[in-house]
Nanobody, 124 residues
C-alpha cells in the first residue's frame, strides 16, 4: 500500500486544516490512522478509522477538535482539524494496515505502511 499525505500548512491558533491521505488500494478494507511527531518528541497517535466499519478512534488531546473520515470512492482518508493549538504543531503522518486488531489501533508499530508526512505549524 502506498500512501500520499497532503494538506499541511501554517495557520494561526484557532484555525483549521484538512489533511488528506490517499492510498493505492481500497481504504474500506484498510485501517488508516494519523500520527504526528513534534521536534524532539516521539511519534504519537492522533486518530484512526478502523477497516470495514465506521469505528473511529481519537487521542484525548484532539477529541472534539479533529474528525477522521473516509471517501472510499477516492481511496482517501481525511482528518479535519479545527480549533488548532500551537501544541498541534508537528509533522503528521498517515499510516495503514490491513490486518491489525482493534486493540492495536493506537500503536505506531502496528502499522506496516506509512506516508511521507506533512508539516502542520500552528502559531499563537
Amino acid at each position: 500500500v502506498q500512501l500520499q499525505a497532503s494538506g499541511g500548512g501554517s495557520v494561526q491558533a484557532g484555525g483549521s486544516l484538512r489533511l488528506s491521505c490517499t492510498a493505492s488500494r481500497r481504504t474500506a478494507s484498510t485501517t488508516v490512522a494519523w500520527f504526528r511527531q513534534a521536534p524532539g518528541k516521539e511519534r504519537e497517535f492522533v486518530a484512526a478509522a478502523f477497516r470495514w466499519s465506521s469505528s473511529t478512534h481519537y487521542a484525548d488531546s484532539v477529541k472534539g477538535r479533529f474528525t477522521i473520515s473516509r471517501d472510499s470512492a477516492k481511496n482517501t482518508v481525511y482528518v479535519q482539524m479545527n480549533s488548532l493549538k500551537p501544541e498541534d504543531t508537528a509533522v503528521y503522518y498517515c499510516a495503514a494496515d490491513t490486518s491489525l486488531i482493534l486493540s492495536s489501533v493506537r500503536q505506531v508499530d502496528a502499522y506496516d505502511y506509512w506516508g511521507q508526512g506533512t508539516l502542520v505549524t500552528v502559531s499563537s
